[in-house]
C-alpha cells in the first residue's frame, strides 16, 4: 500500500462536528511523511463522484478509505451499497435530483475488501466493530457504490473501504473502557484499521 486517500464528511443535521472529518484529518497529519491524503467531502448528492473521480484519474491512489458518522457504541464496515437514493435533502437544501446514483449503473455493489477479517481483526483489539449491510441511503451509500465503480475502472485503486463511525463527542466502550468518541480515540482506531489493511508498521497503536 502506498499511496492513501482518506475521505471524511463535513458536519450535517446541524452538528458542529463530523467525527470521519476529525479521524482523517488526524490521521494525516500524524504521519506526514506517509503518503496520506485527507479529503473533505460536502454532504451533497454528486458530491462523492464529483470529487473522487478526477482525484483518482490524477493521483491514481492505491487505496481509499472513507469514512462517516454512524450510530454511536459501534463501528460499521459496509458491505453493500445499492443504486438509490434516499428522498432527503442534503445541506444545500437540494433533494436528489434522480432515485439512482448512477442512470446506467449496477442495482447493486457489494464491498470488495475483506470485511469479515477485518472486524475479526478489530474486534480481537477491543474494538466495537460489525460488519453492515445497511449504509443507510444517504451520502455514505453513495460513497460505497462510487468507491467500487471507481475501483472497478482503475487499475491503480486495488482497494476501497467505507466505514461508519460514531458521531463525535458520544459515549463507546473502547478497548475495554469507556471513553467519548473524540480525536485521540478516532486516530487511535484509524492507526489500527489501517495496520489491519496492511499499512506500513509505523502505523502502530497505543497498547
Known amino acids: ?114 470485511c469479515q477479517s477485518l472486524q475479526i481483526a478489530l474486534s480481537a483489539q477491543g474494538i466495537p466493530v460489525r460488519v453492515s449491510d445497511d449504509a443507510g441511503g444517504f451520502l455514505c451509500e453513495e460513497m460505497l457504490y462510487t468507491l467500487e465503480g471507481l475501483r472497478e475502472n482503475h487499475e491503480c485503486l486495488h482497494s476501497v473501504l467505507f466505514v461508519h463511525i460514531p458521531p463525535y463527542g458520544t459515549e463507546i466502550m473502547y478497548r475495554g473502557k469507556p471513553e467519548i468518541c473524540a480525536e485521540e480515540l478516532l486516530l487511535d482506531f484509524g492507526k489500527r484499521l489501517l495496520r489491519c489493511m496492511g499499512a506500513p508498521d509505523i502505523l502502530t497503536g497505543r497498547e
Open 1 to 114: 500500500m502506498r499511496r492513501i486517500v482518506l475521505t471524511g464528511f463535513s458536519p450535517f443535521d446541524g452538528r458542529a462536528q463530523n467525527a470521519s472529518w476529525i479521524a482523517v484529518k488526524a490521521l494525516a497529519a500524524a504521519f506526514p511523511r506517509l503518503d496520506l491524503q485527507a479529503v473533505l467531502i460536502p454532504v451533497c448528492w454528486g458530491a462523492p463522484a464529483r470529487i473522487l473521480t478526477p482525484l483518482v484519474s490524477q493521483s491514481r491512489p492505491d487505496c481509499i478509505i472513507a469514512m462517516g458518522e454512524g450510530e454511536p457504541g459501534v463501528f460499521r464496515l459496509e458491505t453493500i451499497a445499492h443504486n438509490a437514493r434516499r428522498e432527503r435533502a442534503d445541506n444545500d437544501g437540494r433533494y436528489p435530483e434522480g432515485q439512482s446514483i448512477e442512470n446506467d449503473g449496477p442495482e447493486l455493489r457489494a464491498a470488495s475488501a475483506d
